[in-house]
C-alpha cells in the first residue's frame, strides 16, 4: 500500500503520512462491513443505544487532543474546533437515543392487522469533504449505526486524521469489528468504487455539487440509496428596518466563519439600497478586526484555507469586475492565507455572485424592495441556506416562506443544530441530515400484514 502525506496548511508542512488505500483496500473494507452488518442488526437496540453513547463517552474523553487534530489537519481556529468535537460527540448522544425510538405503526386494515417496520439498509458508504472533517463523518456515522446500518467511512485525503481517530476510538468503546470502517484514499478510485461496488446499499455524499451529480448518476445504475449535501451560494438578506448594527456584527462570521470554507456561507449579502452605504460602513470594523492566523492561537478567527490550489481558485474571483470595499490582512510567511474580502457593489450577474466562492470573499448586493430581494435571493442553481435581517415579524415569515432554501434563519445566521433537519433545495442536495430525519435516510420502511382469518 502506497503512503499519502497529510499537509499542515497553516505550515505547509507534512503533519502525518497514513497508508492510502486503492480499490483492493476499499473492497475489503466493503466485505468487513458485509460481514458485520447481519450480527449488528441483530444487537438489540437497548444495547446499540449503550454502545452509541459509549462511543460518545470516549470521543468526550479525548476532545482536547481531537480539537488539536482537527485545527491543525483543517486549519481551523481551536475555539471553533473545540466546538465541533463538542457537537460530534452531542450527535452520538443524541441518536444514541434512536436505536429504541424507531418506532413503527399499526394501520386500520380489514381481515388482519398491518404494521410497519424501519429495517437498516445494509452497508452504507459514507464520503465526506475537508471543511469539517469529523463533524459531518459524525451526522453521517451515527445515524447510520443508530438505524442498525455497517459502514465505510471515506474522509477527503485533505483531512483524515481525525476520522482515523473515530475508528480507534469507537471499536475501543465496544462497537464490534467491521461496523465503522475508514478508507483513505482519492475520491476518483475509493469514492468512486464504493459507489459501484455491488455490495453498498447506499451513499451519503458531502462534496461539491459537481461530484455529487457523478454520484447519482453513478448510484443510478444499481438503483443505490442516496443523499446528497452540496455547494451553496446563500443569501444574507438585509432589509433598512433591521437592527443594521446587530445585522452587520453577524455577517461576517456567516461568510467568514471557517474562512468561508462553508457550504452554508451567506456569501451574498443583499442589502436594501437606502441602508447600503451604513452597512458597509458598519461592517469594516468588524472585518478588520478578524484575527487571521496560527490555528492554535486562542485569538485567531480565521485560519488558512485548507490548498494552494483552493487559495488559487479563491483569488480568481477577486479584482475581476466588482470593486474590493473591505479587505482584512494575513501574516507572512508559509501558509495558505487569503484576506477576509468584501466586493461591493456586485452585479448579480457577475461570476462572483453566481458560484460558490469556497473562500472568504463576501458580495454585496443592493436591492430595492422586498419582491426584488426574494427575486435575487432565489436566483441561483443553490438553495441551502440563507438568513432575514428585518424588525418586520409579518415579512421576516414572508420571506422565509418564499426562499428556495432548505435553512433558514431570522436576524440570526445560525444554520446547524444536531435536533434539527439541516439540508438543501435544488443544486444544494437531496435528503435531510441531523435530527430525526435523517433516519429516514438511513432505513427502509417495510410493511407487513398478518391475517386474523379464520378460528
Ligand atoms: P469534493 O471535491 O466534492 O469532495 C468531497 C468528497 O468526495 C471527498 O472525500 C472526495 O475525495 C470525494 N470524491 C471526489 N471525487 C469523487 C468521485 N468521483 N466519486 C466518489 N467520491 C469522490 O468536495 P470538497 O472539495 O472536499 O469540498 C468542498 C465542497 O463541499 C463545496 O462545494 C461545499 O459546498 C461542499 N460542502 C457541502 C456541505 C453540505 O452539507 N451541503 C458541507 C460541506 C461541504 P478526495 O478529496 O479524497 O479525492
Ligand atoms: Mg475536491
Redesign the pocket.
Known sequence: MSTLAVIEPATERVLAEVARAGVDETDAAVARAKAAFPGWRAVAPGDRAILLRRVATALEHESAALAVLEARNAGKPIGDARGEIAMVVETFNYYAGAPERLTGETIPVSGGVDMTFHEPLGVCAL??????PLA?ASWKVAPALAAGNTVVL?????TPLTSLELERIALDAGIPEGVLNVVVG???VC??RL?EHPDVAKVA???????GA??AAAAAASIKRVTL????KSPNLIFADADLERAAGAAPAAVFGNAGQD?CARSRILVERSVHEEFLRLLEPVITAIRVGDPLDAETTMGPLISAEQRASVAAFVGDRAPVAIRGSTPEGPGYWYPPTVLSPVDPADRAARE?I?GPVACLIPFDSEHEAIRLANDTVYG?SGSIWTGDGGRALRVARALEAGVISINSNSSVRVTTPFG?FKQ??VGRELGPHALEHYSELKNVFYSTEGG
Not at 127 to 132: A, G, S, V
Not at 229 to 232: K, V
Open positions: 464520503i465526506t469533504p475537508w471543511n469539517f459531518i471515506k474522509p477527503a485525503e485533505l482519492p475520491g476518483s469514492g468512486q459507489v455524499f458531502t462534496g461539491s455539487t459537481e461530484v457523478r454520484i449535501e452540496l455547494g451553496g457550504c460558490e469556497f441551502l438543501g444544494s442536495g
